[in-house]
C-alpha cells in the first residue's frame, strides 16, 4: 500500500528539500523572489551540466548495484594511472568490501597487501597535495575549520592555501581516497576508501583522495558496520563481495550509466551554493549566512544516452 | 572463519582509531609523549565520566535493538516534558521509522500529525535557542562556519552568539531534535530526527532539539534509505516499526542500559580534544592543527551495574 504523495504536505518534515512539500503556487513564487536549490536545478541551462570522461569513471559492481565513481587525475596522476591499471587487470573482481566503519569510511579491495598488482605497482608515492598553480578553482567566502580556503575544483571539494600555494581534495561525504600504511608512500589503490559519514577532514592532506563516488552512495552508507576495529568485518563471511570494477571507456556505451554533473566553475553553481547558503525555503526561518564546503552536495543527473 | 586480528597490522588501514593498530610498546612511547584520543579516554580517572539521569534516558526499541537517547531538557524543557507524556502515554509504541534520507536525517513518530496526543501536546512554542547565561559553555578555539563560537554544553554539541547572549544547540551526528511544519510552533514531539549524516548545520536555530543518540547509531544509520521525496518510504510496507519507546526511570535497573558519557567540562575532555586536534598517532604526518565540533565524538562507555 502506497502513502499517497498527498499525505506529504501534513508531514511534520523538515529540511533541505521541505520546498518539495510546498503547494506549487508557493513553490513559484519563491522560485521568483529568491530560489530554493532545487529551484536553481530545475531552469539551469544545459551548459551547467558536464559529462564525465568515460576514462575516469569507474563501476564498482556490488550484488546489490553500481557505485560509479568519478576518478580526479588532476590531483593525483599517478595513483590513478595506477588504478586504471589495476582495474584492466581485474585486480578488483571477487574482492570485497572489508571495513565499514559508522559515522567514517569503508574500505575495499586487498586487506592483505600481498594481493599479486600484475604490471601494476603495490605502491605509488604520496600525492597528499599539488601545486595551486593552473588548477581551476572557485572558492567559497565561508570560513572553514580546516584550511585557509576551501572551494571547488572540477566538481570535487577542494581546499587551498594560498600562502604556499597548495591544493588539496577534502575528505567529505562520497569522496574516495587511498588507504595506507604509517608509512606515507605504503599506499598505491590497491586497497581504496569512501567517506560514508561526516566530514573526516582531518585526513586531508594525510591520504591520496583519487576521487568521488557519483552513484550508489546509499549501496555504501547502508551496509552493515563491522564489528572490529575500525569497523572492519572480523568474519569473513561477513565481506561483501565485489564482482567487477571497470571503467566506463571499456564498456559499450549501451552499458554505461549516463549521468551528468553540475559543472562547478559557473554562474548557476555559484548561484546554487547562494540559494544553500541562505535558504529562502518556506520552512527556514533563521538562514544560516555560511554554508560548510562539505554541506555542498554536487548535483548529478541522470542524462538519457541519444 | 574469523579473520585473526594479527592481521590487522598489515592492513593497509588510515584514519582515526590507526594507533589500534600499532605494536603494544609504540602505543605505550606515544601515550607518554602526546596521548592519542584512545590513550586519553584509556587513562581518565573516573571523575572524568557521568552518568545520565534515568528520567532523561530514552529507550527506542526496534527490531534489530535499543536506541538510546540523552535529552537535553537545559535546552528545551518544554518539548522535553511533553515528549515524556506523549512516552508515558505509549505514544510511539507501534509507531514507526517513515523517513531516511541518505546522508541526513531519520524521522519517526506519527507522519500524519493527526494521532490522539492524549494529556500532552501536538504543538509547543519553538525552543530553537536560549540564553547563553548561566550556561556551562566549554568553548572551542576552532574557527566554525556557522557560528561565532562552538563547543559543548552539558555532552552536547552547541554554539552561542556572545554579543546576542545566545546559545543554541548544533545538528551533528546523532543529534535529535523535533520535526515541525512551516509554522516553528508546529511542533512538539510527536515526530522526531536524528541526524545520521553529516552535519545539518543549516537547520541549527530552525528546529528544537531535543537531545542526541547515546547509543545504538548504527541501528539508525545502515536503515535502508526512503525512495520517495526527502527519503520518505513511500510503501508502508517499508516502514520501521518501533516496538516501544520507554523511559529509563520507569524501568527496573536491571533492564536499563548502563552507559556512562565523558564529561564534557573537564580537563580530561579538553585534552582528548587537544589529541583529536593534532593527532599523533604514527599514521598521521600532518595535524589538522584545528577541529570541528561535530568531528569530536562524545565518548560513551558501558558501565555494569552494581
Known amino acids: 500500500m502506497g502513502l499517497a504523495l498527498a499525505a506529504l504536505a501534513a508531514l511534520p518534515c523538515h529540511g533541505q528539500d521541505a520546498a518539495d512539500n510546498s503547494a506549487p503556487a508557493v513553490q513559484a513564487l519563491h522560485a521568483h523572489l529568491a530560489p530554493t536549490p532545487a529551484a536553481m536545478l530545475a531552469s539551469a541551462p544545459e551548459s551547467a551540466w558536464r559529462a564525465i570522461d568515460p576514462d575516469d569513471?569507474?563501476?564498482?559492481?556490488?550484488?546489490?548495484?553500481?557505485?560509479?565513481?568519478?576518478?580526479?587525475?588532476?590531483?593525483a596522476p599517478r595513483y590513478v594511472a595506477?588504478?586504471?591499471?589495476?582495474?584492466?587487470?581485474?585486480?578488483?573482481?571477487?574482492?570485497?568490501?572489508?571495513?565499514?566503519?559508522?559515522?567514517?569510511?569503508?574500505?575495499?579491495?586487498?586487506?592483505?597487501?600481498r594481493k599479486s598488482v600484475g604490471l601494476a605497482r603495490r605502491m605509488v608515492a604520496a600525492e597528499f597535495e599539488r601545486p595551486a598553480r593552473n588548477l581551476p578553482f572557485t572558492a567559497l567566502p565561508d570560513p572553514d575549520t580546516y584550511a585557509p580556503q576551501v572551494g571547488f575544483s572540477d566538481g570535487f571539494p577542494a581546499a587551498r592555501d594560498p600562502v604556499f600555494g597548495r591544493a588539496w581534495l577534502a575528505n567529505c561525504y562520497g569522496m574516495v581516497g587511498a588507504a595506507?600504511?604509517?608509512?606515507?608512500?605504503?599506499?598505491?589503490?590497491?586497497?581504496?576508501?569512501?567517506v560514508i559519514g561526516g566530514p573526516q577532514r582531518q585526513w586531508d592532506r594525510n591520504t591520496t583522495m583519487v576521487g568521488r563516488v557519483v552513484a550508489g552512495m546509499s549501496l555504501l552508507s547502508t551496509l552493515p558496520r563491522g564489528d572490529g576495529?575500525?569497523?572492519?568485518?572480523?568474519?569473513?563471511?561477513?565481506?561483501?563481495?565485489?564482482?567487477?570494477?571497470?571503467?566506463?571507456?571499456?564498456?559499450?556505451?549501451?552499458?554505461?550509466?549516463?549521468?551528468?554533473?553540475?559543472r562547478t566553475d559557473t554562474p548557476t553553481f555559484t548561484q546554487y551554493v547562494e540559494a544553500l547558503r541562505n535558504r529562502r525555503d518556506p520552512w527556514f526561518k533563521v538562514p544560516a549566512g555560511r554554508v560548510s564546503v562539505c554541506s555542498i552536495p554536487i548535483p548529478v543527473r541522470s542524462k538519457a544516452s541519444n
Chains 1, 2 share one sequence.
Open 57 to 75: 569513471i569507474l563501476y564498482v559492481k556490488l550484488p546489490q548495484g553500481r557505485v560509479v565513481i568519478e576518478l580526479a587525475p588532476q590531483f
Open 229 to 262: 576495529p575500525l569497523g572492519v568485518y572480523l568474519d569473513r563471511h561477513h565481506w561483501v563481495r565485489i564482482e567487477s570494477v571497470q571503467i566506463a571507456a571499456d564498456l559499450p556505451p549501451a552499458q554505461r550509466t549516463p549521468l551528468e554533473v553540475l
Open 180 to 194: 595506507r600504511g604509517n608509512n606515507v608512500d605504503s599506499g598505491g589503490g590497491t586497497a581504496l576508501y569512501a
Open 82 to 113: 595506477n588504478i586504471r591499471k589495476l582495474v584492466r587487470q581485474g585486480f578488483f573482481d571477487g574482492s570485497s568490501i572489508f571495513r565499514v566503519q559508522d559515522n567514517a569510511v569503508v574500505e575495499w579491495g586487498d586487506p592483505s597487501g
